[in-house]
């Protein structure tokens, strides 16, 4: 339950990123402009609720809250890697 | 003027430009407070994060000091366990004025410790390891393990406990002005988030501090928060005294209504037969609805008026708080009570004490904690070498004054930053390779640590900045990445044993070490061929 929480974490960080103009260029044309963006933004943000949810599922509330924080951060790092090899890997084509 | 009537245009320019001229100050105060905060407290506070970090691993670590004692037993009954230490207490220790013994119920507390005061005055405490099945006494070699470690966190070493309370104390209150300061300062929060571009200098290490610490953000704000709250009655001191006064014995009034003592006796010098210790244990299960008690004292074992107070697990939930129970060492009579919540003020405090201790935590969740303090080491490593790398693209514009301030800290930085896990490694190596029957060896291990760590400083101060922190991080991947081989030459404890037996503290902590040697290669390595830190 944990990896699962962990990864639908990372699904909404991801998505929270690419709503942003300077992660979302690498979304197809079809998923650019200010309507796509917040599709996404509540998108992202009902995957970390989701997960907190998960969370509250398993174990008790103050754990389980520390728990959601906790794994903002590895996710966090994650996709800010994950953007930084992308727009290498966009940069070098 | 003229008779030229003023528009919209002429009148909301001004406005916007007042109010950018009073937001522009405000940054750059905050940047000011932010940047000097860091810059005077950012050593101390990194060796408050790294050895607070690793005191999330206390335990582990303490385990793997002391080779000698087997796998965690705090799965044991510990009606039988409590019995095997007063057994071995009657045994060694029968006139002692005081005993104490820590059951071992979880991962904080694995092993069966036990404690003795002796009746004459002036004796210091003695203590045994025992084992839990069989109440034999297990030799250990004498080291401060991790718990040496957790404590310079905020005792620091060589100083008086109240001048290093008011050091950390005052090193804290930086942090969370240099925090909040920070989030201030930071003008794309949201926009950069999940920014980290590489390569890039100066705009790098910004990326890389921002990103360190807005992830970990709530994170940083609860620890530097509750780590005053540790301190208050040092740090805030005139909240008691406006209640109780300065006169003589007003802090101790103050200290005897906060934690009053429990139904107090003194020895009669009656020898009467004590109360099973099973029927105690008992007792209090009962009265906490199934909970199990976590350390027992007794005061005056033996006596006519012996006690036995029985406090309850520290680390149970977040709220860091037990119940105590006393008891009347003869009869096993109920003598006095102090319930674990007393009220909503202190029950918030414990709560944050609880949090920053993280002694409730599981795995999980302890996991993330040692990940949110690494990434405060990050945090506080990229803001000092930021802070360098800015400046000397400045450098030819500055003061010689300035230019020597930079050069003292661009020299200091390596010292700092991979001296102290250098230094850390070497207590490591000092444990495995100081004799085992020395005397005072931990105190040794522990001058290991701070001697080395002078001797990073020492070089770093005179060698070139560049060189010295490709040096040290070679250094850093030999201490930590040679500790496994290490270990396997001087104890039997070693990851040929570990592993297959499933001994995950000492296959870890080895497993650990090896990573950390891995992560430093792979600094020098980018470091090599950058040719330089910036």
């Known amino acids: 339950m944990m990896l699962l929480t962990f990864a639908i974490i990372v699904i909404g960080l991801a998505t929270l990123a690419l709503a942003m103009e300077r992660h979302g260029e690498h979304l197809p044309a079809t998923l650019s402009g200010r309507h796509a963006a917040w599709v996404l933004r509540v998108l992202g943000c009902s995957a970390l609720v989701c997960a907190l949810v998960l969370l509250l599922l398993v174990t008790d509330g103050i754990p389980a809250a520390l728990i959601w924080l906790g794994f903002l951060a590895p996710g966090t790092l994650c996709i800010a890697f994950g953007m930084t090899i992308a727009n290498l890997i966009h940069s070098r084509r | 003027m003229g008779g030229a009537v003023m528009s919209e ?99 904080n507390e694995p092993y069966l410790r036990v404690q003795w005061l002796s009746a004459e005055p002036g004796q210091d405490s003695q203590s045994a390891w025992l084992d839990a099945r069989t109440g034999a006494r297990i030799i250990v070699r004498d ?20 001048i290093a309370e008011w050091i950390i104390a005052l090193a804290s209150m930086a942090l969370f002005l240099t925090l909040l300061t920070g989030v201030v300062v930071h003008r794309r929060f949201f926009a950069d988030f999940f920014t980290l571009r590489l390569g890039k200098g100066q705009r790098t290490w910004l990326d890389a501090h921002n990103l360190a610490s807005v992830a970990t953000l709530p994170f940083q704000l609860m620890i530097s928060y509750s780590g005053l709250v540790f301190l208050m009655f040092s740090f805030t001191p005139l909240i008691a005294t406006a209640w109780y006064g300065v006169s003589p014995g007003a802090g101790r009034a103050f200290y005897d209504e906060l934690f009053p003592p429990m139904a107090v006796a003194t020895a009669t010098g009656n020898r009467m037969p004590s109360v099973p210790v099973v029927q105690v244990l008992e007792q209090a299960k009962i009265h906490w609805h199934g909970a199990e008690a976590a350390v027992l004292d007794i005061q005056n074992p033996g006596d006519a008026h012996a006690r036995i107070h029985v406090t309850g697990n520290f680390a149970a939930g977040p709220v ?132 080395v760590w002078v001797a990073t400083l020492l070089y770093a101060a005179f060698s070139a900045s560049g060189r010295a922190w490709r040096v040290l991080a070679w250094c850093a991947v030999l201490g930590f990445g040679a500790l496994p081989v290490l270990n396997m030459i001087t104890t039997h404890r070693h990851l040929g044993y570990s592993l297959p037996a499933g001994d995950w503290v000492m296959a870890g902590f080895d497993l ?5 040697g891995c992560a430093f290669a792979l600094a020098a390595c980018a470091m090599k061929k950058r040719g330089c830190i910036a």
């Open chain 2, 320 to 451: 860091r708080t037990a119940g105590s129970l006393v008891f009347d060492g003869v009869t096993g009579n109920l003598l006095a009570e102090r319930l674990a919540r007393q009220s909503t003020p202190r029950t918030a405090r414990d709560l944050l004490l609880g949090l920053h201790e993280g002694l409730f935590a599981a795995p999980v969740l302890r996991a993330m904690y040692m990940l949110s303090g690494l990434l405060g080491c990050v945090m506080i490593a990229t803001g000092m070498v930021l802070w360098t790398v800015k400046r000397r693209q400045r450098a030819a514009r500055s003061t010689a004054s300035a230019l020597r301030g930079l050069t003292l800290v661009e020299r200091l930085n390596s010292g700092v930053i991979f001296g102290l896990p250098i230094a850390i490694a070497a207590y490591f190596w000092a444990n495995r390779l100081l004799p085992v029957d020395m005397d005072s060896r931990g105190q040794h291990e522990v001058h290991v640590l701070f001697g």
């Open chain 2, 9 to 107: 245009h002429d009148i909301l320019p001004s406005a916007r430009d007042r109010l950018r001229d009073t937001a522009r100050p405000l940054r750059t105060a905050m940047a000011g407070v932010h940047t000097w905060a860091g810059l005077l407290f950012g050593c101390l506070v990194y060796f408050m994060f790294v050895t607070g970090t690793l005191g999330y691993l206390d335990s582990e670590i303490d385990r793997w000091m002391r080779p000698e004692l087997p796998p965690a037993q705090y799965s044991l009954p510990s009606a039988s366990t409590a019995q095997h230490a007063l057994d071995y207490l009657q045994s060694h220790a029968p006139a002692a004025r005081r005993w104490n013994v820590q059951i071992p119920v979880d991962r």
């Open chain 2, 512 to 516: 650990g070490a090896i990573a950390l």
């Open chain 2, 143 to 162: 080291t401060g393990g991790g718990q040496a470690l957790y404590q310079m966190h905020w005792r620091l070493h060589y100083l008086p406990q109240s």
